[in-house]
């Protein structure tokens, strides 16, 4: 939801949209369907409607204050350069709305090396414009036998 502040009661439209097109079935519900905002207060008004959806925040918020985003929000979702092994840390030991641990997919990441360093910092997912590229470069490190990158790497990759 982008801006949501500009549209008063968008999330019920959402919401009534999502159903008129399928997407409230158990199998999107499960696997498929994430809704994203920048704007916490909107999440919130989602989950009150829908605590079902899975729900993703965009931004980092300070670890201090994340266990109140974990009421819900499911992921934590940072722009890339903002992400550290602490960081993604304090976020997994919290769990969300729905029981289960906290998950970090950075945005927006079209890089190679960028998405092999965000890998080795735990991230659960990558957002991209280049999704082929990353899939790639996350082939190929998996292929790579000698493991997690040093502290001093990732520093260069990131």
């Not at 159903?19 to 519900?29: M, N, P």
């Not at 079902?52 to 934590?76: H, T, V, W």
């Not at 890089?111 to 082939?139: F, K, P």
Request: glycine content about 6%.
């Amino acid at each position: 939801m982008k801006a949501p502040e500009l549209y008063p009661g968008i999330e019920r439209q959402i919401v009534a949209e999502l159903r008129r097109t399928g997407w409230l079935d158990r199998g999107h519900l499960r696997n498929r369907l994430v809704v994203q905002s920048f704007n916490a207060a909107s999440l919130k008004t989602l989950h009150a409607l829908r605590p079902d959806i899975k729900k993703g925040f965009l931004g980092a918020p300070k670890p201090a204050e994340l266990r109140s985003y974990a009421a819900f929000a499911d992921q934590i979702n940072p722009d890339y350069e903002k992400v550290t092994v602490d960081w993604v840390r304090a976020v997994h030991a919290l769990k969300g709305p729905h029981g289960r641990r906290l998950e970090v997919s950075a945005w927006t990441v079209d890089d190679a090396d960028d998405a092999v360093g965000l890998a080795h910092l735990g991230v659960d997912g990558i957002i991209s414009n280049n999704a082929h590229v990353v899939a790639e470069a996350l082939a190929e490190d998996a292929d790579d036998p000698s493991g997690l990158l040093d502290d001093e790497t990732l520093d260069s990759v990131l």
